[in-house]
Nanobody
Framework: QVQVVESGGGSVQPGGSLRLSCTAS????????MAWYRQAPGKQREFVAA??????NYADSLKDRFSISRDNNKNTVYLQMNSLKPEDTAVYYC????????WGQGTQVTVSS
C-alpha cells in the first residue's frame, strides 16, 4: 500500500503562482509514475500532468502554465502553477502508480480576487 499526501494548496489572486507538493511512501518511489488531476465543483476529475521514468506529459491546455517535477530523494513530486486563473479553482489530487493506483485526499486551490 502506497500512502499519498498532497500539500501546498491555498487561495491566490488571479495571475499568481502556487506550488503543490505530493509525497508518496515506499522505497521504490523513483519507479512510480506520478500524476496530478483536478476536480472543479460540478465537473469531472481531469488530468493535469504526469511524471514517469524519463518523461513528463501535460494536459494541452495547461502545459504553458503548469510544470511537474520530482525529487526522488524526497519521494516528492511537485506541480508548479503559474499565471493562475479563476478557472483553475479545484481540488488537486495526486496519484501514484506502482503495482496499483493510489490517490491522495486532495488539496484545495482557490483563485479569486
Amino acid at each position: 500500500q502506497v500512502q499519498v499526501v498532497e500539500s501546498g494548496g491555498g487561495s491566490v489572486q488571479p495571475g499568481g503562482s502556487l506550488r503543490l507538493s505530493c509525497t508518496a511512501s515506499g522505497s521504490m518511489f523513483s519507479s512510480y509514475a506520478m500524476a496530478w488531476y483536478r476536480q472543479a465543483p460540478g465537473k469531472q476529475r481531469e488530468f493535469v500532468a504526469a511524471s514517469s521514468v524519463g518523461s513528463t506529459n501535460y494536459a494541452d491546455s495547461l502545459k504553458d502554465r503548469f510544470s511537474i517535477s520530482r525529487d526522488n530523494n524526497k519521494n516528492t513530486v511537485y506541480l508548479q502553477m503559474n499565471s493562475l486563473k479563476p478557472e483553475d479553482t479545484a481540488v488537486y489530487y495526486c496519484k501514484a502508480i506502482y503495482t496499483g493506483e493510489y490517490w491522495g485526499q486532495g488539496t484545495q486551490v482557490t483563485v479569486s480576487s
